[in-house]
């Protein structure tokens, strides 16, 4: 069983900084590419950032620029570090995960979310 922990949310203001993390756990061989989504009141649930296994990043046009993706292989872990937090930043961030199995069976996962909120 494998599962996908955020933290590091919480309320700032507007200009300042927040690191999240994501741990990957359970009968994991091997953490493939990974992301962090967003998913702001009424709104879709929309991409903030992806990385490779290999350490390649895409941004979306607003986290560019502020914030950046990074991860840990040894520690099964990926980290968003937000910087010049704006009020439209706040939403409940999701990790996201492509894993594979020590079965060998490869499946997308999701964490349980972390809420942000930047005040003005």
């Known amino acids: 069983q494998v599962q996908l922990v955020e933290s590091g949310g919480g309320l700032v203001q507007a200009g300042g900084s927040l690191r999240l993390s994501c741990v990957a756990s359970?009968?994991?061989?091997?953490?493939?590419?990974a992301g962090w989504y967003r998913q702001a009141p009424g709104k879709q649930r929309e991409l903030v950032a992806t990385?490779?296994?290999?350490?390649?990043?895409n941004y979306a046009t607003s986290a560019q620029g502020r914030f950046t993706i990074s991860r840990d292989n040894a520690k099964k872990t990926v980290y968003l570090q937000m910087n010049s937090l704006k009020p439209e930043d706040t939403a409940v961030y999701y990790c996201?995960?492509?894993?594979?199995?020590?079965?060998?069976?490869?499946?997308?996962?999701w964490g349980q979310g972390t809420q942000v909120t930047v005040s003005s």
């Open positions: 359970g009968s994991i061989f091997r953490f493939n590419n």
């Open positions: 996201n995960g492509d894993i594979t199995s020590l079965l060998l069976v490869r499946t997308e996962y």
């Open positions: 990385i490779t296994s290999g350490g390649s990043t």
